[in-house]
């Protein structure tokens, strides 16, 4: 197959052990940007992602946000859907008493309740610098700008991120995505969106030539698993959750000995 639509996963997929677009990478990319459309599909913000886009001189293509809870091209909005204002005053609430940190992301903006180790550990991983103020006071300005969250960020101690999971499972399954990406990180999303549904707003919008069979796409995690089912071929990393590995089309290297690249370099011609 000749594939048109390459769409991956950064965190654990497309970066190495200290969190860089390796070389190999990069210049795969670069063989392919011409005949192939290269989009990053992240749980990340787009500020978090457009330095990587420049390192691969993408810049010019698509990007799928939060999961697909924000796509856009050229900057242009695609499709957003933000998680209600309401129920992220509920999820900060099951965070009180408690050591877990809370982010709050809509679109560029990402709000922390202080500066912290998990502030400061997003910052270095990401490279974007967060906006430090109290949860009440951004819950407060989004009611009044009628805004929601595209991503609610949990992060703190294993124990405590368990009980968390366990009360939004019990509470709202249904109202939202909630999955955990470490053991210490917790993800929340609009029940409503996911990287598959983000794709398709590509094939219907800026690719309506293209159909699934000709995107490819590579991931590790379980936000990740909508998307690899239902592309033409669906790439696993080697350090993939094993839920990911056995409904995988395809697996290769792990993320630390650019498995991306190499798999690539086989398929993409």
């Given at each position: 197959?000749?594939?048109?639509?390459?769409?991956?996963?950064?965190?654990?997929t497309?970066?190495?052990k200290?969190?860089?677009?390796?070389?190999?990478?990069?210049?795969?990319?670069?063989r392919?940007k011409?005949?192939c459309?290269?989009?990053?599909?992240?749980?990340?913000?787009?500020?978090?992602?457009?330095?990587?886009?420049?390192?691969?001189?993408?810049?010019k293509?698509?990007?799928?946000?939060?999961?697909?809870?924000?796509?856009l091209?050229?900057?242009?909005?695609?499709?957003?859907?933000?998680?209600?204002?309401?129920?992220?005053?509920?999820?900060?609430?099951?965070?009180?008493?408690?050591?877990?940190?809370v982010s709050?992301?809509?679109?560029?903006?990402?709000?922390?309740?202080?500066?912290?180790?998990?502030?400061?550990?997003?910052?270095?991983?990401?490279?974007?610098?967060?906006?430090?103020?109290?949860?009440?006071?951004?819950?407060?300005?989004?009611?009044?700008?009628?805004?929601?969250?595209?991503?609610?960020m949990?992060?703190?101690?294993?124990?405590?991120?368990?009980?968390?999971?366990?009360?939004?499972?019990?509470?709202y399954?249904y109202?939202?995505?909630?999955?955990?990406?470490?053991?210490?990180?917790?993800?929340?999303?609009?029940?409503?969106?996911?990287?598959?549904?983000?794709?398709?707003?590509?094939?219907?919008?800026?690719?309506?030539?293209?159909?699934?069979?000709?995107v490819?796409?590579?991931?590790?995690?379980?936000?990740?698993?909508?998307?690899?089912?239902a592309?033409?071929?669906?790439?696993a990393?080697?350090?993939?959750?094993?839920?990911?590995?056995?409904?995988?089309?395809?697996?290769?290297?792990t993320?630390?000995?650019?498995?991306?690249?190499?798999?690539?370099?086989?398929?993409?011609k």
């Amino acid at each position: 197959m000749n594939y048109k639509l390459l769409c991956s996963d950064i965190d654990g997929t497309l970066l190495n052990k200290d969190r860089l677009l390796s070389s190999a990478t990069i210049d795969q990319f670069n063989r392919v940007k011409e005949s192939c459309h290269c989009v990053l599909a992240s749980s990340r913000m787009p500020d978090a992602m457009r330095h990587l886009q420049k390192d691969l001189s993408i810049e010019k293509s698509p990007l799928i946000a939060y999961n697909g809870g924000l796509v856009l091209a050229d900057d242009r909005v695609l499709t957003s859907m933000e998680i209600p204002n309401t129920l992220v005053n509920q999820i900060a609430k099951f965070a009180i008493g408690t050591e877990v940190h809370v982010s709050i992301y809509n679109a560029d903006d990402w709000y922390v309740p202080q500066w912290d180790y998990w502030a400061e550990r997003e910052t270095n991983n990401t490279k974007v610098n967060p906006m430090v103020r109290n949860i009440q006071e951004t819950l407060s300005e989004f009611k009044l700008t009628n805004r929601g969250a595209h991503k609610v960020m949990c992060m703190g101690p294993a124990e405590e991120i368990a009980k968390i999971y366990k009360a939004l499972m019990d509470h709202y399954e249904y109202d939202l995505h909630i999955y955990k990406s470490k053991d210490t990180y917790l993800e929340i999303a609009n029940k409503k969106i996911s990287k598959k549904s983000a794709i398709q707003t590509l094939l219907d919008i800026e690719f309506p030539e293209l159909d699934w069979k000709q995107v490819i796409a590579f991931g590790d995690n379980y936000n990740d698993m909508e998307m690899l089912d239902a592309v033409g071929m669906g790439v696993a990393v080697g350090n993939a959750k094993p839920e990911v590995l056995a409904m995988a089309d395809y697996i290769t290297k792990t993320n630390t000995e650019d498995g991306v690249a190499i798999a690539m370099k086989t398929i993409v011609k």
